[in-house]
């Protein structure tokens, strides 16, 4: 198993920028592929980006590419999402999510491991 925990959330002003991290532990050893999902009131857990071990492959869902950028440093066990150009619509909970293996999936049923949230609260 691994822990995910995420920092970052907060609440900005749209047109502003935030940037989220997930710290790793436990099983960390081995290969994992990274995802970001967030869940607004009332909607679905939706997938935002992913990224693989190397950082190789990396996938965004359409409504942030060109704003929002997924990174990761394995050697601090870290994901990291760089959110700018924020909208009101971003509002939601941030969740981190990781799966073993080097599959970028975007669907959250492929995800074994998943954070608390971190919420994102972007006012107009």
């Known amino acids: 198993q691994v822990q995910l925990v995420e920092s970052g959330g907060g609440l900005v002003q749209a047109g502003g920028f935030l940037k989220l991290s997930c710290a790793a532990s436990g099983r960390t050893s081995g290969s994992y592929t990274m995802g970001w999902f967030r869940q607004a009131p009332g909607k679905e857990r939706e997938f935002v980006a992913a990224i693989n071990w190397t950082g190789s492959r990396i996938y965004y869902a359409d409504s942030v590419k060109g704003r929002f950028t997924i990174s990761r440093d394995n050697a601090k066990n870290t994901v990291y999402l760089q959110m700018n150009s924020l909208k009101p619509e971003d509002t939601a909970v941030y969740y981190c999510?990781?799966?073993?293996?080097?599959?970028?999936?975007?669907?959250?049923?492929?995800?074994?491991?998943w954070g608390q949230g971190t919420q994102v609260t972007v006012s107009s």
């Open positions: 999510a990781a799966r073993d293996g080097s599959f970028v999936s975007t669907r959250k049923d492929d995800y074994d491991n």
